[in-house]
């Protein structure tokens, strides 16, 4: 297949007062410090990295080797109570080549969330922000969170602000009005820039009459472009649920509502949803969810299954839905912790954090600006020992192009060469601690991507990593990794690189 060079296309006027609006809504995560330093958490930080490489421009038919050294000085800043809780993680990126001076890099890395409580128990602000540079292709490229892949036009930034009202009515009533703006802006080989706008409205007591419950739901959804050849979109859905309360730890669900989009044509399509589900806890640390429903688009379905057990964790998840980049890449990019070095010291002092890592498991993205249905499954479990951790996790997405008129905006738009999107990813990682101080880690990454249309197409990459991690003091750690990556059919490469690198945090 022959792959077309993106054209040079301007930031958008909007992406830098976007990106000081988050900023300043995040500022006072760190500002209370000054006056209640023990609620605040202020950390600085220093990685630095030597990295040899065998294939340093994977696109490139003759592999060249390369040294790239990397000194990146950050700061991660956490606030966990009072009005003001969140926390930002930020770090300068800085990469030299001694080879390929041309792909030098300096850029910031930014990832965080947090709620500002405006009234107490009543008005919230919720605001994450997120840059990174990662390949976000399924057939091209690296594999997604290679550190090597500092490519500009792999830049990625997703920014969000979402106020909303909370109130209470009778004995056990809840209601909500929320309004979330989310921007997402992209490289030329990235993501097209687009603004997502979501109302949210919704009641229910559950528990009103004991043994029934009720709730209403409303939500609108409005997506703009700037690409001046590229539709705008919208999407409403309207729910009403009865809730028939059999068990305190077992609950029914009968749902009926109203949805349109115009996602597939211009005119827009619409029509009833019918559907059930059931809630069941039947223990504190087991919960099972589980919704169907008759939709538009078909069946949608939505099931989760969480298990925790003393030392290990189970996860799967499996959902039928429209969904988007904007939607995927806010799960994982927003949700997942960043950085996570020791997952059995997580389960003591973050318990629900293991979920968010588990659900980061995922597969790989596609490049599109366009919607489409989407069939993800996931599962994933780890096993905690007195040495050793072990964490499998497999998933798989199957994506359909719902637009059809094809303005997606974006050069390399995966949904303007194939129809449909099939990925399969295996996840196996091992740690074995040979010390209190030194831990070795093993892991192996498999993905499968096809594309079907036209002209089919298929990609499988392979990585397999081995690398040993040591502390070198109360916050400094050291560590040297081998990782191997295979990649086999339309874009075929190898690389084997060694990374020695020592973290710092202050």
Do not use: C
Request: negative net charge; proline residues 3%; glycine residues 10%.
């Amino acid at each position: 297949m022959v792959m077309v060079k993106s054209r040079a296309k301007p930031r958008p006027e909007g992406a830098v007062p976007r990106l000081a609006l988050v900023a300043a809504l995040l500022l006072p995560l760190a500002a209370p410090g000054i006056a209640q330093a023990q609620t605040v958490r202020i950390q600085p930080t220093l990685d630095t990295s030597l990295t040899w490489t065998d294939n340093v421009d994977t696109d490139d038919d003759n592999a060249q080797q390369d040294w790239i050294l990397e000194v990146s000085p950050g700061v991660s800043i956490s606030r966990e109570s009072g009005r003001f809780s969140g926390a930002l993680d930020m770090r300068l990126r800085n990469t030299i080549h001694a080879e390929q001076t041309e792909d030098n890099a300096t850029y910031l890395a930014l990832q965080g969330q947090g709620t500002i409580e405006a009234i107490e128990d009543a008005f919230f602000v919720d605001l994450g922000a997120s840059i990174s540079r990662d390949n976000r292709s399924a057939f091209r490229g690296r594999f997604a969170g290679d550190t090597l892949d500092t490519d500009e036009e792999n830049e990625t930034r997703l920014f969000y602000v979402g106020p909303r009202f909370a109130f209470r009515f009778g004995e056990s009533g809840l209601g909500n009005i929320g309004y979330q703006q989310r921007w997402l802006s992209g490289g030329d080989q990235a993501l097209g820039d687009r603004t997502t706008g979501t109302w949210n409205v919704g009641v229910a007591d559950p528990v009103a009459l004991r043994l029934f419950g009720w709730g209403l739901d409303y939500q609108r959804t409005d997506t703009q472009y700037d690409e001046g050849d590229t539709r705008d979109l919208m999407q409403e859905i309207g729910r009403a649920t009865l809730f028939i309360n059999l068990d305190p730890q077992f609950r029914l669900r009968a749902i009926g509502g109203y949805e349109s989009n115009d996602y597939s044509t211009v005119q827009g399509e619409s029509g009833p949803i019918w559907g059930a589900g059931f809630d069941w806890s039947p223990t504190e640390r087991t919960s099972i969810s589980a919704t169907g429903e008759d939709r538009i688009f078909g069946t949608g379905y939505d099931v989760s299954v969480q298990h925790r057990m003393a030392r290990s964790v189970w996860s799967f998840s499996a959902v039928r839905d429209i969904t988007s980049s904007v939607d995927e890449l806010g799960e994982t990019l927003l949700l997942t912790p960043q950085n996570i070095l020791d997952l059995e010291e997580l389960l003591i002092t973050d318990p629900d954090a293991v979920d968010d890592y588990l659900a980061g498991l995922t597969p790989l993205f596609i490049r599109t600006n366009s919607y489409y249905l989407s069939k993800a499954v996931r599962a994933a479990v780890t096993l905690i020992g007195v040495r050793n951790t072990v964490t499998v996790g497999v998933a798989q997405t199957d994506r359909s192009q719902l637009d059809t008129l094809g303005f997606t905006g974006l050069i390399d738009d995966e949904f303007d060469t194939y129809d449909r999107v099939k990925s399969r990813e295996a996840f196996v990682a091992f740690d074995h601690k040979l010390s209190g101080l030194a831990t070795l880690s093993l892991a192996l990454q498999r993905s499968k991507s096809q594309g079907y249309g036209e002209d089919d197409d298929e990609t499988t990459r392979t990585a397999y990593t081995v690398g040993v991690t040591r502390s070198l003091g109360p916050r400094t750690r050291a560590s040297l990794t081998y990782r191997h990556t295979r990649s086999e059919g339309s874009d075929a490469y190898t690389e084997n690189t060694i990374v020695a690198a020592v973290g710092m945090r202050f």
